[in-house]
């Protein structure tokens, strides 16, 4: 039962420095070799000496009582095997004290019977406190699955405090899909009864402003609203870094020309610095731009780049987005030239189909607008557009346009 309250060598040096933030225990380490990787909560009253009885693992294979497993210092114990990929065991302390008949496949948890898959990569949880909570801010969290695993009591792990700010930040590395309840204690969101919020290993979950979203999490996070910018006109993209690891940072493109921005807008904000470069190009093609950053006066690649395709109109295919940031539920709008012949769709980047709830025409300007609902959260949505001509519907040609949204939910 529930409680009741319920993304290199050369970033090396950056990885380093965002250290301060997020600390990476030994235990999340792993190597190439590892197959199957077991990491056993001993529960209350088992012995301190732990065994694992393995068959169905070929030579793996042992007699009961099995081989030692290693202790770790957050007194978890784990199993390695480099020559399986799965395998049946019991875990036992020798003593009479032993788990059910399990099954594991590649990197798991056990706990209280059952097993739950964990991932070398984390999840990072950001957290704006809302005014009228103490700043006893913490993070429960437990399996997304029918188990509902948590491996804290209620009211969860406390959550760090950004310097400066009533933001908080968590980095949790041994779940990799977990559903989420932020609380004080008193208040919390989700609301009692209600489910968490999911996020998987690899991505991060934002709340503020009454609102949240998930995003991959990378040390450099790029946005172009659209990727094409008009000859002489301000093309902006926005990047996001870890706040201790935002480094001062610089542009060139692919012949390592230097390519300043015109103007920056800075901003930080729940553990984030969020900042708006404007450019101009002033040449027509295709552009790969790379972001390098500057500490202790070297310039290094953060290993990001950018592509925008200079034009000098238009032309036949653009795409433009009345909307940057939404709500689950709201509305926006893809406009685009419109073609007696040729008729457009839009994918995900999963190359979903994304479906139009209509079609209207502005007979002014010729162009088709296309109008959507947002559906999906996530931050960095691409939406890429895809024509095709009415004469033969099945054969489409991607128009090398996209647009870039951020959904979030609104907090209820």
């Given at each position: 039962m529930r409680k009741k309250f319920k993304s290199i060598i050369c970033l090396v040096l950056a990885m380093v420095m965002m250290s301060s933030l997020f600390v990476v225990s030994a235990s999340a380490a792993n190597t190439e070799e590892e197959n199957v990787r077991i990491v056993f909560h001993k529960p209350d009253g088992w012995g301190d000496n732990l065994y694992i009885h393995l068959w169905n693992a070929g030579s793996e294979d042992t007699q009961w009582p099995g081989v030692a497993m290693t202790k770790n210092s957050d007194g978890t114990y784990t199993y390695t095997s480099s020559s399986i990929t799965s395998c049946n065991f019991v875990v036992n302390d020798g003593n009479g004290n032993q788990t059910a008949d399990l099954y594991a496949e590649g990197y798991v948890g056990v706990k209280d019977n059952c097993v739950f898959d964990m991932s070398d990569e984390d999840v990072y949880l950001f957290f704006e406190k809302p005014a009228n909570w103490s700043s006893d801010v913490r993070a429960y969290y437990y399996t997304n699955d029918n188990n509902?695993?948590?491996?804290?009591d209620w009211p969860g792990v406390a959550m760090h405090k950004n310097y400066g700010e009533d933001t908080y930040y968590l980095r949790i590395d041994d779940m990799a899909d977990i559903r989420v309840i932020f609380t004080d204690g008193n208040n919390q969101y989700p609301s009692a009864n209600q489910p968490g919020i999911p996020v998987t290993a690899g991505n991060e979950l934002i709340y503020q402003d009454g609102k949240y979203t998930t995003a991959e999490n990378i040390w450099v996070t790029v946005k172009e609203p659209v990727n094409y910018a008009l000859v002489g006109e301000e093309f902006k993209v926005t990047i996001s870094m870890n706040i201790g690891s935002d480094f001062p940072l610089v542009f060139d493109d692919e012949n390592g020309n230097s390519v300043n921005p015109t103007r920056v807008v800075e901003n930080e904000y729940n553990g984030k610095s969020v900042r708006d470069y404007y450019f101009v190009f002033n040449e027509t093609g295709d552009k790969t731009i790379k972001i390098n950053y500057i500490y202790a006066s070297s310039c290094t690649y953060t290993g990001t780049d950018f592509d925008v395709s200079v034009i000098s109109s238009k032309g036949q295919y653009y795409v433009d987005c009345d909307k940057e940031t939404l709500s689950v539920g709201e509305t926006f709008t893809l406009t685009s030239n419109s073609h007696g012949e040729i008729?457009?769709?839009?994918?995900?980047?999963?190359?979903?189909?994304?479906?139009?709830?209509?079609?209207?025409?502005?007979?002014?300007?010729?162009?088709?607008?296309?109008?959507?609902?947002?559906?999906?959260?996530?931050?960095?949505?691409?939406?890429?557009?895809?024509?095709?001509?009415?004469h033969n519907p099945g054969y489409e040609t991607y128009t090398g346009r996209y647009v870039t949204i951020d959904v979030w939910q609104n907090a209820i």
């Open positions: 509902e695993v948590a491996l804290t008729g457009y769709r839009f994918y995900d980047e999963d190359g979903n189909l994304i479906n139009y709830d209509s079609i209207s025409y502005n007979y002014e300007t010729g162009e088709s607008l296309y109008h959507f609902t947002a559906n999906k959260i996530g931050k960095g949505q691409k939406i890429y557009m895809y024509s095709h001509y009415y």
